[in-house]
């Protein structure tokens, strides 16, 4: 069993940055691929960024490109979204999940484990 735990959400300015961290359970963290989703009020679940195990391969949804980080430190179990600039269009709940395969998805049934999540709010 792998267990996520998220933190580092709050109430920031449009403009304004956050990183997020998700605490891996697991001694063998850098066995998964790791992902960011988020989901706004009344929407779907959406991908917003992967990281691959070794870290060395990552993607981020078009919507965050060129604002949105993910990178992770196998050392301390820990994976990090750092997002800047940051739009009142970013508020949601960020959950992060972890993934078997190597690359990890898009896809959020590809992950088996989640997070609880960790509230973002952007005020303009």
């Known amino acids: 069993q792998v267990q996520l735990v998220e933190s580092g959400g709050g109430l920031v300015q449009a403009g304004g940055s956050l990183r997020l961290s998700c605490a891996v359970s697991r001694r063998t963290a850098s066995s998964y691929a790791m992902g960011w989703f988020r989901q706004a009020p009344g929407k779907e679940r959406e991908f917003v960024a992967r990281i691959s195990w070794s870290g060395g391969s990552t993607y981020n949804a078009n919507s965050v490109k060129g604002r949105f980080t993910i990178s992770r430190d196998n050392a301390k179990n820990t994976v990090y979204l750092q997002m800047n600039s940051l739009k009142p269009e970013d508020t949601a709940v960020y959950y992060c999940?972890?993934?078997?395969?190597?690359?990890?998805?898009?896809?959020?049934?590809?992950?088996?484990?989640w997070g609880q999540g960790t509230q973002v709010t952007v005020s303009s």
């Open positions: 999940a972890a993934s078997p395969s190597q690359y990890g998805s898009s896809k959020a049934a590809e992950y088996d484990y």
